[in-house]
């Protein structure tokens, strides 16, 4: 008599994106299943003021949270660009550097666009504005995005790399 073994239901591979922030990190899970692309959480991760190495700490740990509760195949990031304020910009690619070790620590593949990049993915504008994103991101999805901005930039995020590597999202996400 041969043994029954029931499969486990093979889950589809998740996206996770980030808008990077140190006292506001927004975060995405997109999925995508029969070539349908939805979005299976997304919120923000807040830091209270505090000593920046303190905040990162917290944001690594947020991480490794999210990994033990999803199984995602890689992280795209918004790359953020800052020409006022020195200050925020250093805090934030601090953020950015945490992130990236905590995708190869974790043997996840990070992938990185701009604005400008996520914009014209989108909406084929690179001057696109917020709502507009939003808009063309709920069609894709046919969901309503969350409230937060930094929940939809990471929502936009995670929708911009699918598009950009549609072609190898096998090779990207076994």
Not at 113 to 127: D, N, Q, S
């Amino acid at each position: 008599m041969k043994p029954s073994t029931t499969a486990k239901p093979k889950q589809a591979p998740l996206i996770l994106g980030i808008d990077p922030g140190i006292a506001r990190l927004g975060y995405a899970f997109l999925c995508e299943e029969e070539g349908r692309l939805s979005m299976v959480d997304a919120g923000v991760f807040t830091t209270c003021p505090q000593a920046v190495e303190k905040r990162l700490q917290l944001i690594y740990e947020f991480c490794e949270s999210l990994l033990l509760k999803n199984s995602f195949c890689c992280l795209a990031m918004e790359k953020v660009f800052f020409s006022k304020n020195a200050k925020t910009a250093l805090v934030i690619e601090s953020v950015r550097g945490i992130l990236m070790l905590f995708g190869a620590k974790n043997n996840l593949p990070v992938f990185q666009y701009t604005p400008l990049e996520i914009k014209k993915t989108l909406t084929l504008y690179g001057k696109a504005s917020k709502q507009e994103v939003q808009m063309v991101a709920e069609g894709i999805l046919e969901q309503n995005l969350p409230k937060s901005d930094d929940a939809c930039d990471a929502v936009a995020v995670a929708i911009c790399h699918y598009l950009n590597e549609g072609a190898n999202w096998n090779a990207v996400c076994p």
